[in-house]
């Protein structure tokens, strides 16, 4: 009998200007976004190597690296998806994900459902399974002083035969 199992996942991402704000596939109006290779969307790199994590496999970087130019600016959400899949394709499904965003900017709560709905149906999930929480770092360190935004996130994932 194959038993359940849990993974965590984290990424933070320096805030830079002139790029599109996008967290948890949602896109935020403002004028900085984060730095990275794809749209650097954190929580969702963050989900993504929880599940990878969880199904034993190599990390996020692993699957789609950051040298190729495939990947470049590419919609986190199309990764998510393809994690998804790949979970599924060795026999795995997703039971839920529980995910903490930490940034002092832009405001998180007013997109906290968006952003719940977008990764549900990146994932083929119920919005029910999709737990987010957004908090700050009380000025503290990078993240605190608004330098940065970062993730953490857990998942549980089950064998396909389990119910």
């Not at 998180?108 to 719940?116: N, R």
């Not at 709905?117 to 919005?127: G, K, P, Q, R, Y």
Request: charged share 20%.
């Amino acid at each position: 009998m194959t038993l359940p199992r849990i993974g965590h996942g984290y990424d933070i991402h320096r805030v830079v200007p002139g790029r599109p704000m996008v967290l948890g596939g949602v896109t935020f109006p403002v004028d900085y976004g984060l730095d990275g290779h794809s749209d650097a969307d954190c929580l969702t790199h963050a989900i993504c190597d929880a599940l990878l994590g969880a199904a034993g496999l190599a990390d996020i970087g692993h699957f789609f690296p950051n040298t190729d130019a495939a990947f470049k600016n590419i919609d986190s959400q199309r990764l998510l998806q393809r994690v998804t899949r790949e979970l599924a394709d060795r026999g795995w499904r997703i039971g839920n994900v529980d995910a903490s965003l930490i940034a002092e900017r832009p405001k998180i709560a007013p997109k906290l459902t968006a952003m719940k709905e977008a990764l549900a149906a990146s994932m083929e999930l119920d919005v029910g399974q999709i737990g987010l929480k957004a908090t700050t770092n009380e000025g503290a360190d990078d993240i605190g002083r608004g330098e940065a935004i970062a993730a953490h996130a857990v998942a549980i994932i089950f064998p396909h035969e389990s119910t």
